[in-house]
């Protein structure tokens, strides 16, 4: 069984979520692929037991002893990618039209090792995680490798819980495409209504078990009521109703998961929106 844990914009408290979630359900396999900015690790004391590059796309690069400066790969570049015979590798796309107008045969693709994968044990389970390198592009390939390489670490048939990337991009469509259930995070703002909106729209057109999360509900009960009108009407599964509680950002800022505040108010909401999960998963 792999859940889902995303939102439809950044900041929605999903991380803060799927890591009690984790917490709550014990020995489960955790995998984050919010590659932009991976920080599920950050809640945790682990040892890393796997590395290894990930090589995402390719970029051209100059043999200068070979290149007799024509200026033909400058003219042909529709990236900007190449000034002075030199190859800007943050604008390079990779597409090769420069190598085929060279007469020189002086320049070639050349992979490129945009991340650092992990392996992460933990006192129980794993994290499958990635470290982006700068200019890095947190595509697909890369999430679709890191839930593969989480389920190495499955062999019996524990409960992955994976902390996907906001939004409905490239990344998010690799973070949900053959799980077996979604968790939707969303909060009371209009931007939170129209960004769940645009995310369950996705998630239905992957035919994926939705569920849905209102975080921090009661400071704008208004958009709430209204949030709820719309998972009514879709024919969703609200399943928890978290509350505004100052005891998260202090877990956020002690690195521990509000699991470990056993006063805290939205730890009890999240601890009650486990139950009801656990009825559809």
Known sequence: MELVVISGKGGTGKTTIATAL??????????????????????????DIEKKGFIGGKKASINESMCKKCGKCETVCKFQAITDFKVNLFECEGCGACTLVCPNNAIELKDQNIANTFITELDKGIISRAEMKIGGDGSGKLVNYLRKNGRKFNCDDKLTIVDGSPGIGCSVISS????????????????????????????????????????????????????????????????GKIPYDDTVMKSINELKPITFYKESIAEKAIEDMWHTIKKFI
């Open 176 to 239: 949900i495409s053959g799980s077996d259930a979604v968790l939707i995070v969303t909060e009371p703002t209009k931007s939170g209504l129209e960004d769940l909106i645009r995310v369950v729209n996705l998630c239905e057109h992957f035919e994926i078990f939705i569920m849905v999360c209102i975080n921090k509900y009661d400071i704008n009960e208004e958009m709430t009521r209204k949030i709820e009108s719309f998972v009514s009407k879709k024919g969703l599964e609200l399943v």
């Open 22 to 47: 984790a917490e709550i359900a014990k020995d489960v396999i955790r995998i984050d692929c919010d590659v932009d900015a991976p920080n599920l690790y950050l809640f945790y004391k682990g040892k």
